[in-house]
């Protein structure tokens, strides 16, 4: 037997369910559920069920609201309850920092509709009156957010999903999915064989293994994580009003109130994976051995701030395997380069972040999502995101995931993973390097001398480190001239009779008519929205070259292959086929007439055009434009021949003041 649905979702836990319920409310009755087992059978049965509206993105305090707001709606839309708790939370705050960015989430929090306040150290105790431990400077208070029950809340949303048309097989693994030849694909089971036009992986621990069947792969992995629920703790049971819940992210833990107990997060130093790169098909229901020691130095600083604690027994702890993306942020969106299979997944706390599924559901049946979802956009990440980089992200962001926010700051974790031909060259002048889609980047670079200071980021939310610098390099890009290194520019060549017609249906400025013309090319998704920004580039002979962000790669090369599909046009994405050194300033044009001869007066070369160029041994290919608002070139050359071009600028721009500087 055959089943038939326009969109089908694999998973069938709180992701997979809220997937599911936001297709049916935006219309799509046509919808199928595929779960392996019984629905939360996965990661959702064991979890603890937080949704915190802090975070210190808008967007993500957006993300988790809605979250918190579609489990009331559920509620009253089917009558079933969702064991939902509004008990507020209070997150201490032991700096002056904490409290900064404490205040800068009630900043962005009023508008988002949270109400929140910050609040002294009495206060807090008053609120949370098992606080003893050491002295603090503050706490953020929110009083609207708190925790749900993860099987009640996932029941919910399958029942809403049901009784609006969607369909549920239960008991059913997927096993193979192959491609149809007219597009959409063929789900095999262990049960009926699916026909879908549009798939959405919300497998969550168990999405590695989904993608691989139709040759994708994702940048995340199963850990384990643990809590304990405590006994009986005194004075609980008397309390009229539920406590809040407690968190301090320095240490890190969480606390709240289950029952006449405690649940407390238990944070380990060490991450510990589990499972090959998912946990077996068998794995349901089940829970890993407890192993409350790894995680003692942390429960030991908990217990100091809540002496009680140290009082009580353990009634149970709960082991289990979690799913975590590289960077601890959803992989949502469509996936290894098809236009009709997404994934939803690699969520950290599915409760919090299932409210993206809203937006990945506008996205399946209305061509594009109401709101800008880049920062949870699985195609961040690129080729590079092996399992051996996911590992490395995680074996710090996870034991720290709860940490001070500060703005501009830069993990230290998985770095390497693409580095342009001149990146030692940059060390060696002292750059303080970043991260683009998986590039290391000069943000700035570090003074030398008896003032010098060292070539890394120290946060702050006042003046940071940087300033100084970043500001000479401005001051000094202003009056002479600067080069930096733009080789993680996105670089797609199109080629073929119909390149020109596949540009001109995308853009929304025209198409360059002639070799050596150049134009800003947005590109509009369906509902109007700016899909990609690029810079186009006619190389002449119906060839083209686009650049855009290094942090849109993926994206944007999707965008055009799937633009191109079925034309007489050649996609290919050149990124790291080229280097780009990119002069900004005055004398830049200046700069570039010694070391390559060309006349770059603007009669002869005029903003936003490019030419061919021959710097010392190589042939390079320069294209007026800069996005300092100075004057300016972008010159392409083989990487191979990028550091001698390098080389090559500074001895003839030494006389000109040329500086080194960076992307801050």
Known sequence: MTEKAR?????????????????????????LLIEKGELTSGSTWHAAGQVPFYSPDPFFSR??????????RVQEETGEPVGLHKCGSVRLGHTEEELLEYRRFAGFARHLGIEC????PDEARA??????GPDFAGALHVPGDGFTDPTQTTNALAKAARAAGAKILRHTRVEAIHRRPQGGWWIETTGETVEADIVVNCAGAWSPRISAMVGGRLPMTAIEHQYFVTESVPGMAERAEELPILRNMSVPYYIRQERDGFLVAAYEEETLYWGDFAPPWDFDQALLPPDLDRAMPFIEATMAEVPVLGTVGVKTVVNGPTPRSADLTPLAGLAHGYPDFFVMTGVVGGFLQCGTAKFVAEWILDGAPSIDISPVDVRRFGDYATRAYTEAKLDISHAYSGSVYHPHTESSAGRGARTSAVHGRLAAKRAAFGARNGWEVPNWFAPEGPEGIAAKDVPSYRRANWFPPVGEE????????GVIDMSSLAKIALAGPEAEAVLAGLSANRVPQRAGGMAVAPVLNAKGGVAAWLAVTHLGEGGFLLTGSAASEQRDFDLLRWASAGKDVDTDDVTEAWGVLAIAGPKAADLLAVVSGIDTGLAAFPRFTAREAEIGYSRVLAQRCSATGEDGFEIFARPSAL????DRLHAAGAAMGLVDFGFR
């Open 127 to 132: 609120l949370f009156p098992y606080l003893e």
């Open 7 to 31: 969109v089908a979702v694999i998973g069938g836990g709180i992701v997979g369910c809220a997937m599911l319920y936001y297709l049916t409310r935006q219309g799509c009755a046509d919808a």
């Open 63 to 72: 993300i988790h609201k809605l979250s918190f707001d579609t489990f009331e």
């Open 117 to 120: 306040s910050i609040i002294g």
């Open 474 to 481: 401005c001051r000094a890009v202003r009056r002479g001239v």
């Open 643 to 646: 550091p001698a071009l390098y």
